[in-house]
């Protein structure tokens, strides 16, 4: 091995070590898509800087700070990322020095300009990103800013903790995800229509006249699917559905326990696990309504030399279902863990996994062809990335946010969402709507309500009034009690550390499924209450 090999390898096995949990979440190329983004975090405040930490520490490639900030004692009150030697210094610079000795693989960069100026010079500065993260933005830069993104196509997460509040809002056009990693996904066995080189392999057991060894060392789905067949053939075809005759193919299973001299039934758990999996095994097997869901849409119907490897590689697993799946998704390859001896294990194990092959085979014939009708090379799309597909094919998800200059417009405002959530006055919505009268505040007096201790009490009859000029121009008619106008004056725009943690880390994980399109992102606001330790989401 040359000098150059040893060295790669020995990096490679750092980085392994250095990132081992996160690998199990996300896998290399999970990792690989971290490494080569490029994140914007607008404003080095405390919760900015939490959210960068929580990407620099896993191995984001780089970022970029833009803050025109200078550093003062109340930054350095609340920020571990600001010492007190950082004082007159400008916020993003400060910052960037001390996150980047979180992690040496990781490339920090600032400028020193507030995000207006950047977005009065150069608006398209902002399209290099793949992620941009304002902090703590006034509402008209966030407008103006969200504006440039959307046109551009670049995610943009909207971030702000305003006393015990955390508020978060993504802003994308459209998010596709192929690993979804959903909980207690069922598996795809395809009993009730069984692929031909499964058929095969299970008639080449004969549960009949096997050794007793042999008979309780047999996979659980062997036995079933040889079970099913007799049940099949006694019930019209029709799989087990209600509960009375999913009991009776119960009965079917235990009575297939070899019985001891005595009568007794023997310690099979093979057949005891099958028992266990009626329920989920003998679900029909079919598309998922959100997958057909996908296949109607027109990005899948009309491909295009600009349409994304996500919308070729679905429209060529559509026009599998219709010609060699048979009305099927391609087959996901795998099966539990399970009770049987090593190699009738392996065995199944590989009937499965070859009829993966296949089937992902069949569709990367279907994604060169569609490539090659408009204009593509073959090689854009690579035939791992059509297996990772195929394998994740249940669970594909794409997930589109409104942008903010429609939520924020008097003529396409969510208002059923708001008023049917304001119908419990202390739901969370009432914190948004108090962030939107926050934001008002401020752009009719340039300060928050209540950052002056002695004007405290004239603030909460100013804020009450953009409270109801708020409600009054988006024609809500909701009531917002006295309690939340006293309580946001008196946070004072203050952002304490602890409710900047937990948003930092929510929106570096946000963040994270953004980059990897790995997981699915909220959709599309979400707020934390830290006074009562909740949180909700809300499609505004």
């Known amino acids: 091995m040359s000098c150059h090999s040893r060295k790669m390898a020995a990096t490679n096995a750092s980085k392994q070590q250095k990132y081992d949990r996160q690998l199990r979440l996300w896998g290399d190329h999970g990792q690989e898509a971290l490494e080569n983004a490029h994140v914007c975090l607008i404003n080095a405040t405390a919760t900015g800087t939490e959210i960068l930490k929580n990407l620099v520490l896993p191995g984001i490639g780089a970022f970029t700070i833009v803050d025109g900030h200078i550093v003062t004692g ?245 026009e599998f279902v219709q010609n060699e799946g048979g009305g099927n998704l391609p087959v996901r390859g795998t099966i539990p863990d399970l009770m049987a001896d090593s190699q009738k294990f392996i065995n199944l194990q590989n009937v499965y996994r070859e009829k993966a092959i296949q089937d992902a085979a069949a569709v990367s014939r279907h994604v060169e062809y569609l490539l090659q009708s408009v204009g593509k090379p073959p090689e854009c799309i690579s035939e791992a990335d059509t297996k990772l597909f195929c394998k994740n094919a249940f669970f594909l998800r794409v997930v589109r946010c409104r942008s903010l200059a429609e939520e924020y417009s008097v003529d396409s405002v969510n208002k059923e969402e708001i008023t049917s959530c304001m119908d419990n006055p202390d739901s969370e919505m009432v914190f948004y709507l108090m962030l939107r009268a926050v934001d008002r505040f401020y752009q009719q007096h340039s300060r928050y309500p209540g950052v002056y201790n002695y004007q405290v009490e004239e603030d909460i009859s100013r804020l009450k009034a953009s409270v109801n000029s708020l409600l009054q121009e988006y024609n809500l008619n909701v009531n917002i009690k006295d309690d939340y106008i006293h309580e946001f004056c008196r946070y004072g725009a203050a952002e304490p550390h602890t409710v900047a943690a937990f948003l930092g880390g929510s929106a570096a994980q946000e963040a994270i499924k953004i980059i990897s399109h790995q997981f699915v992102p909220f959709s599309n606001t979400f707020i934390y209450n830290a006074m009562s330790q909740t949180s909700a989401t809300f499609q505004l």
């Not at 608006?123 to 830069?141: A, N």
């Open 74 to 318: 109340d930054d350095v009150g609340n920020n571990f990322f600001l010492s007190s030697s950082s004082i007159g210094k400008n916020r993003a610079q400060a910052a960037t020095e001390l996150l980047q000795e979180l992690n040496t693989d990781v490339s920090g960069n600032f400028v020193e300009e507030s995000p207006d100026r950047l977005l009065d010079i150069d608006p398209e500065y902002f399209h290099r990103f793949s992620l941009v993260i304002g902090v703590h933005l006034p509402e008209r830069t966030c407008l103006r800013l969200g504006a440039v993104l959307w046109s551009a196509s670049v995610p943009f997460l909207v971030c702000k903790s305003y006393g015990l509040i955390g508020y978060m809002r993504l802003v994308v056009q459209e998010h596709t995800v192929i690993e979804s990693h959903p909980d207690n996904a069922l598996e795809d066995l395809r009993l009730d229509q069984p692929f031909d080189e499964f058929k095969d392999h299970v008639q080449s057991y004969d549960l009949d006249s096997m050794e007793k060894k042999d008979h309780s060392h047999t996979p659980w789905i062997i036995v079933m699917a040889k079970l099913l067949e007799k049940w099949l053939s006694e019930h019209n075809s029709q799989l087990p559905k209600n509960y009375k005759e999913k009991e009776t193919f119960r009965q079917f299973l235990r009575e297939g326990i070899r019985k001891n001299e005595n009568g007794v039934p023997e310690d099979e758990e093979n057949f005891e696990e099958a028992i266990r999996h009626v329920n989920t095994a003998l679900n029909p097997t079919k598309i998922p309504n959100v997958v057909e869901d996908l296949f109607s849409s027109d990005q899948c119907s009309n491909i295009t030399s600009k349409s994304s490897p996500f919308w070729v590689m679905l429209r060529a697993v559509k």
